[in-house]
């Protein structure tokens, strides 16, 4: 093809591209306003790149970055613009005006000028980045605009549990860097568990020594067979961790660490039995763990699960936690620091006598009164440092400790509760989607996952606040958080396949304004574009299926099924016989046309390949027109 032939079409593929992303410019997480001028910012060669102080010329520079890998040139730096010189200024001049953590763009012919500070700036930066369209003959045209936007919510997070399986800092330094490109800024970092303990603590050397090994993987012990004797283990030194919280907090996210009480403490137990209510009682042995044998002690726990084995509310239970928060203070600078408070059993503590005079002298009614004794022990010490607490919503169960924010699991409820107490909320309630360990579609291609079904559609369906809230209480919804438990998950690559696309969903319903919110738009144009650019950093996320394809059967006789690739540059390959497609299946390339005789069924199985490779389960649509349904059965 000739070149100006090719520079033209190209400019149409492109034109048209942004023609249909009007509305958010391709952004992730939309945002709040966009408003169309007249005209283009051409980026070419010639273009200058402006900023003050320290801050921006650290965001200059990653801008720049960006620059040469999109336009393969870089832009010179320079401290005062000529007049009439075309130049991105990066500015924090009107940013004091600006909500927390917003910012504006204003593109004109002549300039970019990137409005903020902080967290601000650096967002700017990350729409300048996902606004900016391939380049076109060494130039890249960015439309007039003038961008307006600040985050709904104030905390935006996800939660990796490191804890049932542990993932290195190599892993969880290339998950920040997607969380800070989707404006997430809250990394809840599980870091203990009945499985493992996996944060240095200098004066409990056993903790990490004992309670970082278990000798069996959890994977395959529900629901199904599995290989027990696989070792896992690891743990942070506190330099790692240290080095994890400045490397989040150079891309604005807080790590907030998780240190799991009463309950889910088997691994501490392992390393230090006085703090159980029964030091001599063996660790509860699942008869699904044959590696353990007959031995009696205490043990990181092999399986999955709720343990009775909690800590014992001692004195020297208190101590040992109160030097552990010390050191965990030392390292995570955050406000708050995640106390657990999930799901501890409350049978050791009504069978210990220690347990039941303790009740006694306190005047506490029952064990959730002594629970919430507990926590409200460790609020108070971590408040007498300057910090808060965060529990789970079980927390609520004998009375909240004063000053505690609540993290919604189990649904709604213990949110909503919260926030008619006045306290503040995180909702993660794993019945709206946002458990991102649950599957992603019903395809028996998908891997084995704890259950649940949590496809991308549903976190984005919901609206983390909840309508019975009055005005005044939903001031207390502080914000929203994805879950991503391990127990199934063993590997980085697994970890990315339920974490993408989800966050990006996620980062929408916690950034951008309800009004703005548009599914089709999202899973049709942007996310397409995103999932192209996870493709190409190596990121194995979940291949969505292809969009406009039914998973539940249809009727009929003559059908025309009109299908979307998920992701740019992907490719659709389907079958009608039954077989699994895949290269060697028919590629799609318009709608399919399928006539069935009365009285007979066909099956569509298709699979989506993105550039790289990376496969989507293999969808099926049942075309029936009329057939028994035994009839039609799919060969594997
Ligand atoms: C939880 O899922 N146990 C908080």
């Not at 300039?111 to 076109?136: E, H, N, R």
């Not at 019975?468 to 199934?488: C, H, M, P, S």
């Not at 690559?493 to 696309?501: D, I, L, V």
Request: aromatic share 10%.
């Amino acid at each position: 093809m000739n070149k100006i032939l090719s520079i033209f079409i190209c400019a149409l593929i492109s034109t048209s591209a942004y023609a249909q992303s009007d509305v958010n410019l391709g952004i992730i997480p939309t945002p709040v306003s966009i408003k169309k001028n007249n005209g283009n910012f051409v980026l070419d060669r010639t273009v200058v790149l402006s900023s003050t102080g320290t801050e921006g010329a650290k965001m200059s520079d990653l801008l720049n970055a960006f620059i040469v890998t999109k336009a393969g040139f870089a832009l010179r730096e320079v401290k005062d613009v000529p007049a009439k010189q075309k130049a991105i200024i990066l500015t924090s001049v009107g940013a004091d005006k600006l909500p927390a953590e917003g910012y504006t763009i204003r593109v004109t012919p002549n300039q970019i000028i990137l409005t903020g500070k902080g967290a601000g700036l650096f967002y700017a930066v990350q729409s300048a980045m996902q606004m900016m369209p391939d380049k076109i003959a060494d130039k890249i045209t960015i439309p007039a605009v003038d961008i307006n936007d600040y985050p709904r919510f104030n905390y935006r997070g996800t939660m990796l549990d490191v804890s049932r399986h542990f993932f290195p800092i190599s892993f969880v330094k290339k998950y920040i860097d997607q969380l800070a490109y989707y404006k997430i800024n809250t990394f809840h970092w599980h870091l203990t568990e009945d499985q493992g303990w996996r944060l240095e603590i200098k004066k409990y050397p056993k903790l990490t020594q004992v309670g970082s090994t278990r000798p069996g993987t959890i994977i395959g012990n529900y629901p199904g067979k599995g290989n027990y004797l696989t070792e896992v283990k690891g743990y942070y030194t506190q330099d790692e961790a240290k080095e994890i919280v400045k490397y989040a907090a150079e891309k604005y996210i807080t790590v907030i660490p998780e240190i799991e009480l009463p309950g889910h403490a088997s691994a501490a137990i392992a390393a230090y039995p006085e703090l159980s209510c029964f030091p001599d009682r063996d660790t509860f042995i699942s008869d699904k763990t044959p590696w353990a044998g007959n031995k009696k002690e205490k043990l990181v726990q092999q399986t999955w699960g709720v343990f009775d084995d909690i800590f014992v509310p001692s004195e020297n239970t208190f101590t040992f936690l109160e030097n552990v928060l010390n050191e965990v203070i030392a390292i995570f600078p955050s406000k708050y620091i995640h106390i657990g408070g999930d799901e501890a059993p409350k049978t050791y503590w009504k069978e210990s006598p220690f347990c039941q005079a303790l009740m006694k002298e306190k005047g506490l009614k029952d064990e959730h009164e002594l629970q919430s004794y507990f926590i409200q022990r460790i609020e108070k010490y971590l408040n007498g440092k300057g910090r808060s607490i965060i529990g789970w919503d079980e927390i609520l169960e004998g009375g909240l400790a004063p000053n505690a924010t609540v993290m919604s699991w189990r649904g709604e409820a213990g949110g909503i509760a919260a926030a008619q107490q006045n306290h503040d909320v995180i909702m993660t309630p794993g019945s709206m989607g946002l458990y991102i360990d649950h599957k992603q579609s019903n395809s028996p291609d998908e891997p084995v996952t704890i259950g649940g079904f949590a496809p991308y559609q549903k976190i984005y369906a919901y609206d983390p606040i909840p309508k019975v809230l009055t005005a005044d209480q939903r001031k207390y919804v502080i914000g929203v958080q994805a879950n991503l438990w391990t127990e199934y998950v063993k590997t980085p690559e697994k970890a990315e396949n339920h974490a993408f696309p989800r966050l990006l969903a996620l980062s929408e319903i916690a950034w951008s304004p309800v009004e703005r919110k548009d599914l089709k738009n999202f899973s049709e144009d942007r996310l397409p574009r995103h999932l192209a650019r996870l493709d190409k950093m190596n990121v194995n996320f979940w291949v969505p299926t292809p969009i406009g394809q039914s998973d539940k059967p249809l009727t009929g006789g003559d059908f025309t099924i009109d299908l979307k690739v998920p992701v740019s540059g992907g490719k659709i390959y389907y079958s009608l016989d039954g077989s699994r497609p895949s290269e060697n299946a028919f590629l799609y390339t318009a709608p399919i046309k399928v006539t069935v005789p009365q009285g007979e069924k066909r099956l569509l199985r298709t699979i989506v390949i993105a550039p790289s490779g990376k496969r989507s389960v293999t969808t099926e649509t049942l075309l029936n027109n009329g057939a028994p349904e035994e009839k039609t059965e799919a060969k594997k």
